[in-house]
């Protein structure tokens, strides 16, 4: 289907951008890759007035190092992401996630940025970005503030952004030495996660440092607090194991026409031993 | 409407469009290139794959504004000088198709990945052409197509 009509407009500068966002009314919106919003919009499940194009601002698109951080523009595309030296080398989950997301096609338009302001509980990154601890830096008319992810994120598809902010930069800790793993559970090819795991573990006698994070599990990415608790200090599968069953402590998973909560619990504590197991290896 | 200016296989074309003209549509009935298909209003099926500066898209889920400045090759701009591109030989020479709806975007995703990959191997290819779905082949020759190219195309550029 044809979206219902709007406006658009293709801003040459982010302060432009602001202030086109600012002075569009309630129902101006950026757009990034397209990749959520058309879809929608396509549905007329979402209908912007005003599309403020930012995808043309490639000093937005970038990936570098930045001392012991590693500095991601929000137009970095998944698929950029995926093929990143410096986050391969540095912060290998990132690109582990990037690579499953969607499909080819998807990863080549598909941004960080849009992934990450999305806030949609199934995505793929949100998880990876809380585990990493990640800062996620937005500039609206009050100017610059930088949100750590485990704020960022507040319920289905809503997050801390204002109406006026762009989301420009996610910074994340380099992880020199930690193992990582993004086990997706998904029916079929290109689908979104049933259920995620993603995993950063340290180890040397032992794991000595574990951050595990859960897609899909709830309204908002999650941490498994009680889980990465029990995880440290672990040595063997049977340790593992224990600590992959205190998944249970979040509460209860929705429910849908994919899983029920039991059984998305159930993938939760599999996927999580996988994943602990893929990290270590 | 909106001006935009776009390359289309190699032809640049200024034309005024609507902002919520999806690119798949511009190509279709603004430039009357209809060898890139529709399939689905979800973006899963691949059909309307094109090349976007060299990069396969799904030509459903970007806007025709979107591409203003850029270019695109469609499955029409394939062939050079009458001659077929390998990718388009080898869907040819090893059966890759029973209806054909959803080869034009087969061979883009797969023009696009051997770029990336020229030497993929047969779980490779699969994984690489996720985002197309073909309701009638079962995919087996559609993947023996894409070695077969890769392969036709390692020898070209060796030989
Ligand atoms: C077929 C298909 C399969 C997919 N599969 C997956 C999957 O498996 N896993 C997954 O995680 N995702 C998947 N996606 C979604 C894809 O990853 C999107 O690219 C991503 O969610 C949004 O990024 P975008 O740049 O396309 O954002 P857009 O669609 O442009 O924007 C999304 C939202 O974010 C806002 N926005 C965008 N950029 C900014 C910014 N910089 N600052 C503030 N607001 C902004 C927009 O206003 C809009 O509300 C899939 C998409 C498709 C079409
Ligand atoms: S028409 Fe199906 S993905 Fe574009
Ligand atoms: S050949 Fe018929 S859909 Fe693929």
Redesign the pocket.
Known sequence: MIPAKFDYERPSSLSEAISLLSSGGPDA???????????LMRLRLSRPTLLVD?GGLSDLRYVREDGDHLAIG?LAT?DDLARSAELLDRCALIPCVAEQ???PQ?RH???I???V??A?PA???PAALMVLDAEIIAHGSNGPRTVLATDFFQGPFMSA?EPD???TEIRVPARDGWGSSYQKFQRRA???AIVGVTALIESGDGITGAAIGLTNMGGTPLRATAVEQALVGSSDPDGVAAAAAKVAEIGTPPADENASSEYRLHLAEVLIKRAVAEALS | MKPISVNVNGFQHEADVEPRTLLVHFLREQIGLTGTNIGCDT??CGACTVLMNGRSVKAC?VLAVQADGQSITTVEGLAENGEWHAVQRAFHEAHGLQCGFCTPGMMMASVSYLKENPSPSEGEVRLALEGNLCRCTGYHNIVKAVLTAAEEMADASAG
């Open positions: 919106r950026p757009i990034a890759g397209g990749h959520s919003l058309l879809p930012i929000a998944h997301i969607g499909d998807v338009r598909g941004t940025g849009g992934s302001a999305h949609d995505s793929d990154l952004l902010e762009i989301l290109q689908d979104w | 973006s899963s889920t």
